[in-house]
């Protein structure tokens, strides 16, 4: 079975680090691409997409990030481990949400638009970050 555990949210105070874990079974995650994207709580009912942040893959392990996220978000991977990481520093209080990882990616960076799809959507359950002020 497929499967892409999220881990590793919890609370934090503004400015502060959390690094997130997305655990890949079923599929190599390095012969694809693996975004994370992520939902402020209550945003869900309002049927918006969850905002992709970042990308790893395209079989070079090369990322990128929206540009909300960058410069302060850094993805990494494990290929032993088959899991993809997410470190966030300087945490502010726009960064809560509900972090979920997926087998796709797309975010913005200026008026671009990068998305990747390798014909596999399959999405993890969420790990709630909050940062408290």
């Avoid at 105070?13 to 693996?34: E, H, K, N, P």
């Avoid at 309002?46 to 909300?68: N, Q």
């Avoid at 671009?112 to 940062?131: I, K, N």
């Amino acid at each position: 079975d497929v499967q892409l555990q999220a881990s590793g949210g919890g609370l934090v105070q503004v400015g502060g680090s959390l690094t997130l874990s997305c655990a890949v079974s079923g599929f190599t995650a390095d012969d694809y691409a693996i975004g994370w994207f992520r939902q402020a709580p209550g945003k869900e009912r309002e049927s918006l997409e969850p905002e992709g942040i970042s990308c790893i893959g395209d079989k070079d392990g090369s990322t990128g990030y929206a540009d909300s996220v960058k410069g302060r978000f850094t993805m990494s991977s494990d290929n032993a481990k088959n899991t993809v990481y997410l470190q966030m520093n300087d945490l502010k209080p726009e960064d809560t949400a509900v972090y979920y990882c997926a087998s796709r990616c797309g975010y913005y960076y200026g008026t671009t638009y990068f998305s990747r799809y390798y014909g596999m959507d399959y999405w993890g359950e969420g790990t709630l970050v909050t940062v408290s002020s």
